[in-house]
C-alpha cells in the first residue's frame, strides 16, 4: 500500500527511473538477492516501504513471521544499501515503536522510554531496530539516512482479509459484506473506546518525499544523532466507536454495531505529536471522511475485479 503511493507520488512529481520489485520478483529477507539487486540496479536513493504488516489477530496469531521478517527486510536492504554506496535512503517505521503508557500526543523523545504493547511488541521491536539501524549507519559511516514514523496508515492497495487486515480495511469489509447480505448486526472487536489517529497512505507519500527532500542540515536541525526520526500523523484521533460508525455511514449499511469487548482493545490511545514535520512545512491534507469514501470506492473496485 505504501510502496504504491509513493511510486505514484514520484511519478506525479515527473520522475521516470523508479526501481521497485513486487514481492514475487524479489524476496527482501533473502540477503543474496537482496545484494544482486542493490549490484545490478545502483539505485541512488531508496525509499525502504516494504514490511510484514497486520492487526492485533496476526500479530498475536504470526509473532515470530512479525519480527523475523521485518529484520531480515531492513538488515538486508539498509546494509545492501550502503555496501552499493547508496548515500541517501528513508525507512518507513510505525507508531508502535512507542510505549503503551506513553504520554499524548507521543513526542520522539518517548521511544524506548516504558514498555511496548504486548499485542505487537515483536514487530514493535523490529522496527525500533530499523531506526537504530539507520541511526548507527549514520554515525558509523556519515551516510544520510532517515526515519519516519507514521501513525496508522489507510487507502488504495490495503489489505482487506477477513483476519489479518488493520482496523479500517477490516470494518470496511465487515460492513459491506452485511449490507449485501443483509445481516442485522455488526460484530466489532474490543469495547470501541480506544481512540486512534489515521493518515491516509497518499498524505503519507508526499511526507516520505518531503522528509527525504529536505536539506541535510535542517533535516538535522530538527533530529538528533541518536534521535532521528520524525514522526507523521494526520494532527486528532477519533474513538474505534465513532469510527464504525462512520464507515457504516459510508458504506451504507442500516443495520447495528455491537462491541465484543472479550477482544483486545490494544493501546487505549495513540496519538502522534507531529509538530516536528510541521514546523518543518508539511502538513496532512486529506480529512478522514473524504479519505474513507475514497477507499472504500477502491475496496469496491477490487471486489468487482474480483468477481
Known amino acids: 500500500m505504501v510502496g504504491s503511493?509513493?511510486?505514484?507520488?514520484?511519478?506525479?512529481?515527473g520522475?521516470?527511473?523508479?526501481?521497485?520489485?513486487?514481492?514475487?520478483?524479489?524476496?527482501?529477507?533473502?540477503?543474496?538477492?537482496?545484494?544482486?539487486?542493490?549490484?545490478?540496479?545502483?539505485?541512488?536513493?531508496?525509499?525502504l516501504a516494504a514490511a510484514k504488516v497486520g492487526g492485533i489477530h496476526a500479530n498475536n496469531t504470526y509473532p515470530a513471521e512479525f519480527i523475523y521478517d521485518n529484520l531480515m527486510v531492513e538488515?538486508?536492504?539498509?546494509?545492501?544499501?550502503?555496501?552499493n554506496k547508496v548515500q541517501k535512503l528513508l525507512f518507513l517505521g510505525s507508531s508502535c515503536i512507542y510505549p503503551k503508557e506513553a504520554s499524548q500526543p507521543i513526542q520522539e523523545n518517548a521511544l524506548l522510554t516504558g514498555?511496548?504493547?504486548s499485542t505487537n511488541e515483536p514487530y514493535a521491536i523490529a522496527k525500533i531496530a530499523g531506526i537504530k539501524l539507520c541511526?548507527?549507519?549514520?554515525?558509523?559511516?556519515?551516510?544520510?539516512?532517515?526515519?519516519?514514523?507514521?501513525?496508522?496508515?489507510?487507502?488504495?492497495?490495503?489489505?482487506?482479509?477477513?483476519?489479518?487486515?488493520?482496523?479500517?480495511?477490516?470494518?470496511i469489509r465487515r460492513f459491506h459484506e452485511a449490507k449485501e447480505l443483509n445481516s442485522p448486526v455488526v460484530s466489532v472487536w474490543g469495547t470501541g473506546a480506544p481512540r486512534r489517529e489515521f493518515l491516509h497512505v497518499d498524505d503519507m507519500a508526499e511526507a516520505s518525499m518531503f522528509v527525504m527532500n529536505i536539506d541535510e542540515t535542517l533535516y538535522k536541525s530538527h533530529?538528533?544523532?541518536?534521535?532521528?526520526?520524525?514522526?507523521?500523523?494526520?494532527?486528532?484521533?477519533?474513538s474505534i466507536n465513532e469510527l464504525a460508525e462512520l464507515i457504516k455511514k459510508i458504506v451504507g449499511y442500516k443495520g447495528m454495531i455491537s462491541f465484543n469487548s472479550s477482544k483486545p482493545d490494544g493501546t487505549s490511545r495513540k496519538l502522534m505529536d507531529s509538530r516536528c514535520i510541521n514546523n518543518l512545512g508539511w502538513n496532512a491534507k486529506l480529512?478522514?471522511?473524504?479519505?474513507?469514501m475514497l477507499t472504500y470506492n477502491d475496496f469496491k473496485i477490487k471486489q468487482q475485479a474480483f468477481n
Do not use: C
Request: charged share 25%.
Open 223 to 238: 533530529t538528533k544523532l541518536m534521535q532521528n526520526h520524525i514522526n507523521v500523523g494526520f494532527g486528532s484521533d477519533i
Open 15 to 47: 520522475h521516470t527511473n523508479v526501481i521497485g520489485r513486487t514481492h514475487k520478483e524479489l524476496d527482501l529477507t533473502n540477503q543474496n538477492e537482496v545484494n544482486k539487486f542493490f549490484k545490478e540496479e545502483k539505485p541512488d536513493q531508496v525509499y
Open 135 to 171: 541511526e548507527s549507519y549514520n554515525r558509523q559511516y556519515s551516510v544520510d539516512y532517515r526515519s519516519i514514523m507514521p501513525t496508522n496508515l489507510y487507502g488504495p492497495g490495503d489489505n482487506y482479509h477477513p483476519e489479518n487486515s488493520h482496523v479500517i480495511p477490516a470494518l
Open 115 to 117: 514498555k511496548l504493547e
Open 75 to 83: 538488515a538486508n536492504v539498509i546494509h545492501a544499501a550502503w555496501m
Open 5 to 13: 503511493a509513493i511510486v505514484r507520488a514520484l511519478k506525479k512529481q
Open 287 to 292: 480529512d478522514l471522511e473524504t479519505g474513507l
